[in-house]
């Protein structure tokens, strides 16, 4: 319960950062013009329907701890019969009339004193499986969280992309522009002039590409939040993803890495409070071999013998205790002693193979942002080189020292070179995001 306590100011912060988006959890929302990072892992937080499934289950939980801890209060109940005879049926004798009814109430209480360990087994399990449940809602924030930040990059880097490819079919323009000046004042030719307009129409579907790509990314992004369109809006609204891609290096501790996902991955957690229900799984199963003992009380009314009246009712109480000792079962308890050894082993071997994939899980990741960051800087440096190629290729161009195919490679190249860019600062974003969940840190959404 103390990490549900948390949990709740947790999705607060989802709740104020999307509290003039929404007003419940199902219904439809207006497009917002503007959209940030941290308003969509908001919303994300609130309305994701893994989150949202997660929360039920939680839930349901909570319903079964109740049903389990019944077994432990005293159950109590009102008993009570009434039965019309027929007089073919009654048999008056000499002491009174014929017996038309027979009736009878009475409160009953049985209060369990002793199940050979099984009632207070199953509470201990109970109680592990909803911190259990806990740790998964945990877990499934985590991914969401993860799969949302991701995805706001993709768009990001899908944004960029247009970016990218409207600068070249502008420097294109610009080119086919100066190649027909050139032309008319006759020093260029008809060729540079076709060539121009050639490489401006093969620069167009690629801009036209990212702008799909774009668009596709939003709708991801969507999906992901859990956000629905309203109805009788213009559904072809696409909100101004705010923030750029940039690339701030940041370093792991391998060693400190792994001790932290060991430490702190809800995934391994939950692995880890199953192994222990499981556990009291057995004691469970085991109480078939053991005495139960209960204490049961009454408080009754029943008819007289010679009156159907209420008024002449005969009341008092009843208290005895009731006592079942197996002996013999057909060896069902037996079997179920096995069952729930077998479950216990099976999930201490998944904790264990958990834990290997999580170290794995980690060092992949680790490697993964070595290999980002090494690009993302290969980058920065390529696309400095790449521009003052092409300023040099211009310059050379208008001196007369170099071919318009020279202005065009350069261009393509420094085109490239920014793309490059683009996917290296998405990729390096996007795998701090996973080094940062593989070790069992928040999101930063999430800090208080």
Do not use: C
Request: overall charge negative; hydrophobic content about 45%; aromatic content about 6%.
């Amino acid at each position: 319960m103390q990490f549900l306590r948390k949990l709740h100011p947790i999705l607060a912060v989802g709740s104020l950062a999307v509290a003039s988006l929404s007003s419940s959890q199902t219904s439809s929302y207006e497009i917002p013009e503007e959209l940030d990072l941290e308003m969509a892992l908001g919303f994300a937080l609130e309305h994701n329907f893994e989150i949202l499934k997660a929360r039920q289950r939680i839930e349901e939980q909570t319903g079964l701890v109740i049903e389990v801890r019944s077994q432990a209060l005293p159950d109590v109940s009102v008993m009570g019969q009434y039965t019309e005879i027929d007089e073919g049926l009654s048999d008056p004798d000499a002491f009174g009339p014929a017996i038309s009814a027979q009736w009878s109430l009475g409160v009953q209480a049985r209060q369990t004193l002793y199940a050979g360990g099984g009632v207070r087994a199953a509470l201990r399990v109970q109680g592990l499986v909803e911190e259990a449940a806990l740790l998964e809602l945990q877990a499934v924030v985590n991914d969401t969280l993860l799969a949302a930040r991701v995805g706001y990059y993709a768009a990001l880097l899908a944004r960029a992309r247009i970016g990218v490819q409207e600068e070249n079919v502008g420097l294109f323009e610009e080119l086919l522009e100066n190649a027909k000046n050139r032309y008319e004042v006759g020093s260029g030719s008809r060729f540079e002039v076709l060539r121009a307009e050639v490489s401006l129409a093969n620069a167009r579907p690629a801009l036209i590409q990212a702008q799909n790509d774009y668009r596709i990314a939003v709708e991801e992004l969507r999906q992901t939040l859990g956000f629905f369109v309203m109805e009788g809006v213009n559904k072809r609204k696409v909100p101004q993803l705010l923030g750029e891609l940039r690339y701030a290096p940041l370093s792991f501790d391998l060693e400190s890495a792994l001790e932290s996902a060991l430490a702190n991955r809800p995934e391994l957690q939950r692995l880890a409070k199953v192994e222990e229900a499981r556990r009291e799984g057995v004691a469970i199963a085991r109480s078939g071999y053991r005495p139960k003992v209960a204490l049961v009380g009454s408080y009754q009314f029943n008819k007289p013998s010679d009156s159907s009246s209420f008024d002449d009712a005969l009341e008092g109480w009843t208290a005895g205790l009731e006592v079942s000792v197996p002996l013999f079962d057909g060896r069902r308890t037996r079997g179920q002693v096995l069952q729930a050894k077998s479950q216990f082993e099976q999930a201490r071997l998944e904790s264990s193979q958990s834990t290997l994939a999580v170290e794995v899980e980690v060092r992949r990741a680790l490697s993964e942002m070595q290999a980002a960051g090494e690009l993302a800087e290969a980058s920065i440096q390529v696309v400095g080189q790449a521009e003052e190629a092409l300023n040099l290729a211009d310059i050379r161009y208008e001196a007369g020292d170099a071919t318009q195919l020279d202005v065009l490679q350069a261009r393509v190249s420094l085109t490239e070179a920014r793309l490059n860019q683009a996917e290296a600062f998405y990729r390096y974003n996007a795998a701090v995001a996973q080094v940062r969940r593989s070790i069992g840190l928040s999101d930063p959404v999430m800090a208080p």
